[in-house]
Each structure stands twice: as structure tokens, then as C-alpha cells.
């Protein structure tokens, strides 16, 4: 009643009183590691888990709650370690599998996430949580038609189930179908009206649609139901800036930020409102701070690297592109950008092998034909210039 009613130190003061009168009761220490993680007592959680672990190495409860708490840590090879483990424990448990290909996901591995995956599939085909993990995990790989088919099979099997219907609304807008996209979101959200992720998923939609009134309706709804927010504070901080009210961005990203101290985004937030006040120096700062908050964050990383392609600092692109790349190998930014700054090197040999390899990883994709065509461009106007 405590932890339902938001009294988390009401519920961990019951909890640590329950572990006093029952040392040996396992599942009241992990409950109360929830407890004392909420409150931000991370330390403390981490001790309750590690005396279940130090007990029996291979408690598969302790070993999630474990690999939950590395992933909120940014340390997702750690946590794909802890999610192995604990599916080592329960080998029948679906639910674990799900978790570890989401690590796997996380931590650069998608084509390993989408092996295991492929393995529930087949042994449990009626299952609508595995056919969403595996329709998502081929959207990230790029195989949208495949992606496509697996979730009109999850649609036909479970008709108007929301999950199934967000999927289809991200896949739509992956591919530039806004009007699907919105369709599916307003349905979704009908069927599941407390769902507070679709209502910022519709916030955002009606934000890029311009409709900004209608998109803060939404954030509050979520706001006033979960203060603490993180995801709506992060949408009211991108719907003020959309209304030019920079100030109160700031502040928004400001308190997204409080609410979880590991995640880079609201830095890296506070940095795009800098570098548009004219402060790019200060931009510069935050986004470091953002890289050394969570090395395996890949966006500071590209807006690092477009940030010094903006400043013409060629060097510097060149180095964040390079550590894009090595974080996320199937991530075109890294290549593009990479490509921009040694063609600004005036190494247009490096800057085309940039972009074959991109060829390589995602196909002839039109970004990539793009930035060829301009570099090739670049490189007939520099020959030239030189003859002139």
C-alpha cells in the first residue's frame, strides 16, 4: 500500500523491518532493492542484491534486478553478462529472454538479439511480446518489409491490441508515414487510455505536426497522473522550445535531468538550446559532460561531431564520427559525418571509403547517395580551383 500509494520510504522502512525479522527471505530483500533504488539510494540496493547473490550465484531474480540496474548505469555489456546468467537460470522463462535480447539490442548486438528471438518465436509462435521484440529488432536492422509482415501476422492474431498497434504507428513514421502514424497512436491510445507512453507518443506526433496546444493536452494529462516523469519532461521541454520559449525548455530539461542524474539526453538538450543562444562554448561543455555522463550514448557523439563540422574544426569531427562509428557499426551518422570531415580534410580517398562502407552496412540508401554526390561535387570543384 506504501510503494502503491508513491511512499517509497514508507514501503523500504516496512521492508527493511521485514528482512530484520527474516534474514533468509530472498524475495523481501529484492523487493526492498526496488524500493531503495527508487529512492535513489543505489548503493544500498545494490548491497541488498549482492547478500541474495552472495547466498546463491545464480538466484535468477537477483541477477535481473542486477542487469536492471547496470542497464539504468548505461553499462549494457554488463547487464547482457547478468540477463545470460539469470536465462542460464530459467531457461524456459520467456519474459528473461525478452530482457537479454533487449540488452543485446542495447549493447550494439541486433543481429544476436534477433537469433534469439527468432528462437522463442519458433517455440512459443502465439506469443504477442516476442513477435513486438522481434518486429522492433527488424526495423533497427533496416529489414522494414519483414518488419512489416511480422506485425501485420501480430495484428491479425491479437486485433486492437495497443501494443501491437504503437509498433505499427513507429514503423509507419519510421518511414515517413505521418498520417499512418497518428492513426494508429489515436487508435492505441483509445484502446489503452491510461497508457501514458502512447499519450507522449501522440504529444510528439501532434508537436511535429505543429498542432502544439494539442501536444501539451497530452504532456500535462501525463504530468498531472506521474510528476516525476521523465519522458513527459523531456516532451515539455521539446514542445516549449517548438513554441520559442527557450527559457522554459531549459528548465524542462533541467528537471528531466534531476529525475534521472545516468541519462546524457537532457544534456544534450541543454546544449542545443546554448548553441542556438549563440554559445557554443558552452554547448561544447554540456555535450562533454553528456559523453563523460554515458560513454555509450551515441547522439552526443554526432551532434559533437556536427557541432565541429559547424565550428570547422575538421580534426575534432573526425575523432566523435570515428567514436560514433565504434559505439553503433549500423548507425549511418557516424559515416556520414565522418565522410563530411575528411572531405573538409581535403582526404576525399578517405572520405569516399567513409561511404562505401555505409553502402556496406545499410544498403543504397539516399542520404548516402547524397553526401556522395556533394563530395564528388566538392572534389571537381577543388580540381578546379587547383588548375585555375
Do not use: C
Amino acid at each position: 500500500q506504501a510503494r502503491a500509494s508513491g511512499n517509497y520510504q514508507g514501503a523500504a522502512d516496512l521492508l527493511q523491518a521485514a528482512v530484520a525479522a527474516d534474514p533468509q527471505h530472498w524475495t523481501i530483500r529484492l523487493e526492498l532493492a526496488r524500493d531503495l533504488r527508487s529512492l535513489g539510494r543505489d548503493d544500498e540496493a545494490d548491497a541488498a542484491i549482492d547478500a541474495v547473490l552472495a547466498r546463491d550465484p545464480q538466484h535468477p531474480w537477483a541477477l535481473v534486478e542486477k542487469a536492471h540496474a547496470r542497464r539504468r548505469d548505461g553499462d549494457h555489456a554488463a547487464s547482457v553478462v547478468l540477463f545470460r546468467a539469470a536465462a542460464a537460470s530459467e531457461p524456459t522463462h520467456v519474459g528473461i529472454k525478452l530482457e537479454l535480447a533487449r540488452a543485446l539490442r542495447l549493447a550494439g548486438a541486433p543481429e544476436d538479439a534477433l537469433s534469439l528471438l527468432q528462437e522463442v518465436a519458433d517455440e512459443k509462435p502465439a506469443d504477442v511480446g516476442t513477435g513486438l521484440a522481434l518486429a522492433a529488432t527488424l526495423v533497427e536492422l533496416r529489414r522494414f518489409d519483414e518488419a512489416q509482415r511480422r506485425l501485420q501476422g501480430l495484428a491479425r492474431q491479437a486485433p486492437g491490441n495497443p501494443a501491437v498497434l504503437r509498433e505499427m504507428a513507429l514503423l509507419a513514421r519510421r518511414q515517413g508515414d505521418r498520417h499512418a502514424s497518428r492513426t494508429l497512436l489515436e487508435r492505441a491510445a483509445r484502446a489503452d487510455p491510461r497508457n501514458l507512453d502512447l499519450k507522449l507518443d501522440l504529444a510528439a506526433e501532434l508537436r511535429e505536426a505543429g498542432e502544439i496546444d494539442g501536444a501539451h493536452t497530452f504532456i500535462d494529462a501525463v504530468l498531472r497522473a506521474s510528476p516525476d516523469h521523465y519522458s513527459a519532461w523531456m516532451q515539455l521541454g521539446l514542445l516549449e522550445r517548438a513554441r520559442g520559449g527557450r527559457d522554459a525548455a531549459a528548465k524542462a530539461f533541467v528537471r528531466a535531468g534531476e529525475i534521472d542524474p545516468h541519462s546524457a539526453m537532457p544534456l544534450l538538450e541543454l546544449a542545443h538550446e546554448r548553441w542556438a543562444a549563440g554559445d557554443p562554448a558552452a554547448a561544447t561543455a554540456l555535450l562533454d559532460q553528456a559523453i563523460a555522463r554515458d560513454a555509450r550514448a551515441l547522439a552526443p557523439l554526432v551532434v559533437r561531431a556536427e557541432y565541429a563540422l559547424a565550428s570547422e574544426e575538421a580534426e575534432i569531427a573526425a575523432e566523435y564520427a570515428a567514436r560514433a562509428r565504434a559505439l553503433d557499426p549500423r548507425n549511418l551518422a557516424g559515416y556520414l559525418l565522418g565522410a563530411r570531415a575528411m572531405a573538409a580534410l581535403v582526404d576525399f580517398k578517405a572520405a569516399l571509403a567513409l561511404l562505401d562502407e555505409a553502402d556496406a552496412v545499410a544498403g543504397e540508401q539516399p542520404e548516402i547517395a547524397a553526401t556522395r554526390i556533394h563530395l564528388l561535387r566538392q572534389t571537381r570543384d577543388d580540381d578546379q580551383r587547383l588548375r585555375a
